[in-house]
């Protein structure tokens, strides 16, 4: 039987600072704390950096990198996410039990939520799934990440945002429970349903190796939690919903989206049904890039903090 979870690797996949306080703080409050936070960026922006070590002593001894590279014209998330797993395992962190949380950086956890995770996987959960609350501009213009660090403000989600996740929820368990009919190979169910959110999803270290982590063949925003989602249901899992149960919130921005997915070349890649399982550009063979550099920001907090 394999073994359960000990530790929880927080993954924070991020391109600008403008929102990263707001994500540790988060994780600073949680009743569960992380094991390792690896703050992972396709940009080598020293914004970022600073923001890290200010943040780190705050996240007591819970290890701190950050991983990034020079940015490469188009945006790579699912590079990015890849590239922190490989520094993990490169220095021996993960074991293949061990629970992966990635997350997005504008998204702010509530207090219990990794705790949720980690529950979730020790009682047999290798694909966790997740949602977020989206907060509106003047919310986000108002939040202050010292403050609800220090406990001085919360997030609470409105009645209307908690009826809308239970209604989500129950669609998961919907299309969980017709995945496990095996009704994808016949078209009756979408292959990549109950879908993974990037901006905030747990899985085990060795399910995410056994479908060579993400593709880095989708490049821009879209499709490649898709993508991810379609592989890891074709393993058949043991998945467990969270999305009424984990509250996390979404920080506002200036929308990235495509204004044609449909025409875009990950989603004409994305309707083929021959692609592998394992990723055609994943963990084990990334999509060319710059060195990628890492830095345990706990131990060279000075130099970030100037």
């Not at 699912?78 to 962190?93: E, F, K, M, S």
């Not at 977020?132 to 406990?151: K, S, V």
């Not at 239970?166 to 109950?194: E, I, N």
Request: aromatic share 6%.
């Amino acid at each position: 039987m394999p073994s359960t979870p000990r530790r929880v690797h927080v993954i924070i996949t991020t391109h600008t600072a403008d929102r990263l306080a707001g994500v540790l703080a988060g994780l600073a409050r949680q009743s569960r704390s992380p094991d390792s936070i690896t703050i992972t960026c396709d940009t080598d922006e020293p914004a970022i950096g600073r923001v890290a070590a200010r943040w780190a002593p705050r996240l007591e001894s819970c290890p701190v990198r950050w991983v990034r590279r020079p940015h490469q014209g188009l945006a790579r998330p699912g590079q990015a996410r890849n590239n922190a797993v490989r520094i993990l395992l490169q220095t021996d962190l993960i074991a293949p039990s061990d629970l992966l949380v990635f997350l997005d950086g504008d998204i702010v956890l509530g207090d219990d939520v990794l705790a949720g995770h980690f529950r979730r996987a020790q009682a047999g959960a290798q694909n966790i799934l997740a949602y977020r609350i989206e907060l509106d501009e003047p919310t986000t213009r108002g939040f202050d990440a010292e403050a609800y660090w220090r406990r001085q403000a919360s997030l609470e989600p409105t009645r209307s945002q908690v009826a809308a996740l239970r209604r989500r929820d129950r669609r998961y368990r919907r299309h969980l429970a017709l995945s496990r009919l095996h009704l994808a190979r016949l078209g009756l169910v979408k292959a990549h349903k109950p879908k993974v959110i990037s901006c905030h999803h747990g899985v085990l270290a060795r399910l995410f190796r056994a479908v060579n982590g993400y593709d880095e063949v989708y490049q821009d925003y879209g499709r490649e939690d898709d993508d991810l989602a379609r592989r890891l249901n074709s393993l058949h899992p043991r998945t467990a919903i969270l999305v009424a149960e984990a509250v996390a919130f979404h920080l506002w921005h200036p929308t990235r989206d495509t204004p044609d997915r449909r025409g875009a070349a990950a989603y004409q890649r994305f309707k083929r049904r021959d692609l592998p399982v394992h990723a055609e550009f994943g963990l084990d063979n990334p999509l060319d890039q710059d060195p990628v550099r890492v830095d345990l920001v706990s131990a060279c907090r000075d130099s970030y903090a100037r």
